[in-house]
């Protein structure tokens, strides 16, 4: 009896693991205004691959088996789904008006704001239907699911707000007021935290994801930051924070939300994206056309990549 439990449960880790692909070490980049998306190797910090996407590639992230690249192509109202062993478009789904950023769920759902029309759509990527829309505020931006996806939160730039939509009803269940123009939003890693950047207010908020109340905000004192994307270290202990005009990554302690460190990189910083280890960020340079990698335990960076035109969106598959 207990070999054939033993014999049952090898079956059942093999056939679960199966479903889930190799770490590719692969970074890729969308770029907004040449309509493709950089492939990087993140063991020489080359680019080995440029896909052309479609027409301004913005928000990007993987499947929750990592077998695909979504992409949101804005001016075709889709995403774009990227096959990664063969790094060819396979299909695309209808996003709605203009899809900017986006968030996959652990059940594969993917959340997407929909800038132009002030909701967050929800589509199914196995049915490519859209499942929900859903009204948040004006200008929706950021988009983050939380890791046992109950939540999905969303920032809406003109109203000024944290949208919280709880997933089983698809319904909003709280507006968080902050600071003005809110961006980026990244979950710790149990979910008990979530942090939102704010890029004219100049702030940096941590919203308690039981009370959905704000804990804590503080200001980054830098000349011309504008905070944008973000992004939690695996021990939950430091966030980075790209700002955008201020032309670095900004190292803050995630609970006091002290600065540590400030890391120079490209010109117009935007999207960021961490190694599994965390030991590596890469954050797309907008004006600068490049790809910055930054060594977190120096705090320095260490390559300067050139990838397309305008890069925007950055996703890790390590």
Partial sequence: ??????????????????????PSHRVFVT?????????????????????NIGERPRGIGLSPDQKLLYV???EEGAIAVVDLDT??????????????????????????????????????PKTGKIIEVIPVGLEPEGVAVSPDGSLALVTSESTNMVHVIDTAKHKVVKNILVAAR??????????????????VGN????IDTKSL?????????LPNSKPMDIAVSPDDKTIYVTTGRGNSVVVLDAKTLEMKANVPVGKRVWGLGMTRDGSRLYTADG??????????????????IEVGKFPWGVVVDD
């Fill in 72 to 74: 949101a192509i804005s």
């Fill in 213 to 221: 109340s704000i804990i804590k905000q503080a200001s980054i004192d």
């Fill in 31 to 51: 770029n907004e205004k040449d309509n493709t998306v950089s492939v990087i190797d993140t063991k020489t910090n080359e680019v080995t691959n440029t896909i």
């Fill in 1 to 22: 009896m207990m070999k054939l439990k033993n014999i049952l449960l090898t079956t059942l880790i093999m056939a679960s693991t199966a479903v889930w692909a190799e």
């Fill in 203 to 206: 702030e940096v908020t941590i």
């Fill in 287 to 304: 004006v600068s056309s490049t790809v910055s990698v930054v060594d977190t335990a120096t705090n320095k960076t260490i390559k300067t």
């Fill in 182 to 199: 809110p961006r980026g939003l990244a979950f710790n890693s149990d979910g008990s935290l979530a942090y939102s950047t704010s890029e």
């Fill in 87 to 124: 790094l060819k478009v396979v299909k695309k789904l209808d996003a709605g008006e203009d899809p900017e950023t986006f968030d996959v769920a652990p059940n594969g759902n993917i959340y997407i704001s929909n800038e132009d029309d002030a909701q967050a759509s929800v589509i199914d």
